[in-house]
């Protein structure tokens, strides 16, 4: 076989050409490696750096438990609530309401006074510097503002308002107590029917 100068020549550089890039896959597949342990170095970075902001978060936790039990047995005296303190149905809970008692207020109630509607008043302004813009009680049996009732009166209207309410309050109550006393009797009906 003849081989000239310039077949040489091209075999040299194919030669060349293939073992450079033999060695750029070599390469290659050694930078893929060492990524790949950079990047399970750093996930593991990542775990511990996630373990150790959890263990001083659960040591701080334990920390400040022990700081506010110290807190609460100095300070407060709080204790967990016990078995006792838990309800075991409706009459329990039922039992528990209390209505209110004969002393108790009636509720306020508020209005906006109009001034164009207040009595006693010549001029609507004049009425309107008498009612002013804030709110104003208002009876609610007559439905007149405390500020233009005479005093006597006013004493008067709100004492038979509260005779009135309770009357009304005791009325209700009645019957609310009534209708517990049936649903809790048609309660046990149901339940000595399931039993």
Same mark, same amino acid.
């Given at each position: ?89 409706? =009459?329990? #809970? /039922?039992?528990?309401? !209390? $209505? ?8 306020? &109630?508020?209005?906006? @006074? *109009? ?40 004493? =008067?209207? #709100? /004492?038979?308002?509260? !005779? $009135? ?8 109550? &009645?019957?609310?107590? @009534? *209708? ?16």
């Amino acid at each position: 076989m003849n081989l000239t100068h310039d077949r040489v020549r091209s075999i040299g550089w194919i030669s060349v050409l293939v073992i450079c890039g033999a060695m750029l896959v070599a390469l290659t597949l050694r930078v893929n490696a060492v990524k790949s342990e950079v990047f399970v170095t750093e996930k593991r970075i990542v775990y511990t750096q996630q373990q150790i902001n959890f263990l001083e978060t659960e040591f701080q936790t334990r920390s400040n438990q022990q700081a506010l039990k110290k807190l609460n047995d100095l300070e407060f005296g709080y204790q967990a609530p016990s078995a006792g303190q838990y309800l075991e149905g409706e =009459r329990q #809970l /039922a039992a528990l309401g !209390a $209505a209110p008692g004969p002393d108790a207020p009636a509720p306020i &109630r508020y209005a906006n @006074a *109009d001034p164009a509607q207040v009595p006693g008043e010549g001029t609507a302004q004049e009425a309107e510097e008498k009612a002013g813009s804030l709110l104003a009680m208002v009876n609610p049996v007559s439905g007149a503002t405390a500020a233009a009732m005479p005093e006597s009166e006013r004493r =008067r209207e #709100l /004492a038979s308002a509260k !005779a $009135a309410s309770r009357d009304a309050e005791g009325e209700r109550l &009645r019957g609310q107590a @009534a *209708d517990l006393s049936q649903r809790l009797a048609s309660i046990e009906v149901a339940e000595a029917a399931n039993q």
